[in-house]
């Protein structure tokens, strides 16, 4: 099953990342940098790397690099997001956020250096690539989609709340392309560009990531809802507007399906992309409701 294959994954890929943040030499900022890159999560955007990169026939190995770039790129961009003046979160994954540890002007820092050292580590390594103009396009697709045009873009439109509440539907989605289906792109983009597969096929990919990227940050809000505090930061109890605040979580789930389906259609006739068509399954599916039986009967309201 794919879950348990991101999840082997995701062990494997810690202990290399942690192996390679430990061999960095430096003071507190240095600390600071590994202490926001080996929190845990998932790994997603690294495994995306991957699936991609394996569909050309690459191996784990062969987009290390890569894969460690984007996560290095996705953790300055979580540093950076929980600052005070950001989303001011003093917790991250259940600890304490970067910031939090070791103060604003390090989590600054901090969130610099790694979206530096991604760039210098992925630029490092090129001349090790199988196929190196595909590799240096790959960069640059991390790049680009990291950037104004992309991911800081989509972010640019969360930080006021004020805004938000002007936003209908369509200017949810833009902002939740930006913010988090660009880094989705990257990730398949730079996978698909070191392999050196088709346009066709790059196309279709970067396509897929946005549908994906957009579906699943509107999982993760509706995963967010609570029956009592709709809208709300649970932690902080602050506004957290979302697109939640133009349509109804049925409606969202609705959505979320939709763009789910197109984000399979859209891949499921490449050579090898059955693990991305897994995995997309299995982050954008929800649970299927209990039905009341006579032994389980619906609670009296």
Do not use: W
């Amino acid at each position: 099953m794919i879950e348990e294959v991101l999840k082997k994954f995701a062990e494997k890929f810690n202990a290399d990342l942690e192996k390679e943040m430990n061999a960095l030499r430096g003071g507190a900022l240095v600390s600071t940098m590994r202490y926001a890159v080996l929190g845990g999560g998932k790994r997603l955007r690294p495994f995306l790397v991957l699936v991609a990169a394996e569909m050309g026939g690459l191996t784990y190995e062969d987009v290390f690099p890569l894969m460690m770039g984007v996560e290095l790129v996705h953790s300055y961009s979580l540093v950076h997001d929980d600052l005070p003046c950001m989303d001011d979160d003093d917790f991250r994954r259940g600890r304490k956020s970067t910031h939090a540890v070791y103060g604003e002007a390090m989590g600054v820092l901090a969130g610099d250096a790694l979206l530096n050292y991604a760039y210098e580590y992925m630029l490092g390594n090129a001349v090790k690539a199988k196929n190196v103009g595909g590799y240096i396009t790959a960069i640059s697709c991390i790049m680009v989609r990291a950037g104004y045009m992309g991911m800081l873009g989509g972010q640019s439109y969360d930080i006021d709340e004020e805004v938000k509440k002007q936003f209908k539907r369509e200017d949810f989605i833009n902002m939740y392309s930006g913010k988090t289906g660009a880094l989705f792109q990257a990730a398949l983009g730079a996978g698909a560009f070191a392999a050196g597969l088709t346009e066709e096929e790059i196309t279709a990919l970067l396509k897929c990531g946005n549908y994906l990227g957009v579906a699943f940050q509107l999982k993760d809000d509706l995963d967010d809802l609570t029956q009592d505090q709709k809208g709300v930061d649970e932690k902080e109890k602050k506004p957290c507007l979302t697109m939640l605040s133009t349509i109804s979580p049925e409606a969202a789930k609705e959505f979320v399906e939709l763009d789910r389906d197109v984000a399979v259609d859209t891949v499921k006739d490449l050579k090898n992309s059955e693990n991305l068509v897994a995995l997309i399954n299995y982050l954008l599916t929800f649970p299927k409701e209990e039905k009341p039986t006579s032994d389980n009967p619906p609670k009296a309201e």
